[in-house]
Structure formats: structure tokens, C-alpha cells
């Protein structure tokens, strides 16, 4: 394995931990603050949410845009596997648009039950 590969393996690997912790903690916070009653907590946190799910998308894309450059330069191909690399981030950035999608409308629900005028 090239050191390329493991320094890249190993940051996806600290940056899904460390999104991993921060899913987690909002989902607590979201069934904490909703059985509480409290509304402002819940509103902040999901436009919190919409902004994460937007910087996903947005690393999602960039990793399938330089995915593709790396296939179609032959001058990109520096490092062996980057492109399978950059697949993978992609992917992994889709999963946690996702994860972070479930949890915003976790806490649409959870805004509902609290305030059922909005």
C-alpha cells in the first residue's frame, strides 16, 4: 500500500468517525429537545442540518468531478487508485447527506409534535 493510499484511507476514516460522533449527538439532542418541548433548540438544528447536508452534496460532487478529470487527463494519474480513492469519498459523503437528511426531517417531525401551528 502506497503512502498516498493510507494517509487517504486514514482521513476517511477519522473525518467518518468524527461525523459518525456528530450524527450521533444530534439525534440525541433532537429526541432530548423534543420531549422537552423546546422549539428554538430544534429550529437551529435543522437548518444546521440543511447546511451539512449541502456541504456533502457539495464534497460529493467535487470528489465525482475530480474522479472524472482523473480518468480523462492522463497527466492527473500521479497517484495509482486516486480516482478509486475519490470514488469512495464520494460515496461516503452521499451516505452522510443522507444520514443527515433522515435526521433533518427527524427533527421536522419533532418540531410537529412541539409546535403543531408551524
Known sequence: MSQFVFISLT??????????LRIYGDWIT?????????SAP?????????CW???????AIAATILCVMI????SLHAFPGADAILAGYGVLSLLFASLDHALAQQ???ALKQVDPSR
Open 71 to 74: 480518468r480523462l487527463i492522463p
Open 107 to 109: 427533527a421536522q417531525v
Open 53 to 59: 447536508i449541502a456541504r456533502h452534496l457539495f464534497c
Open 42 to 50: 430544534l429550529y437551529k438544528l435543522r437548518e444546521a442540518l440543511t
Open 30 to 38: 433532537i429526541t432530548t429537545f423534543g420531549d422537552s418541548g423546546e
Open 11 to 20: 482521513f476517511a476514516a477519522v473525518v467518518s468517525c468524527l461525523m459518525a
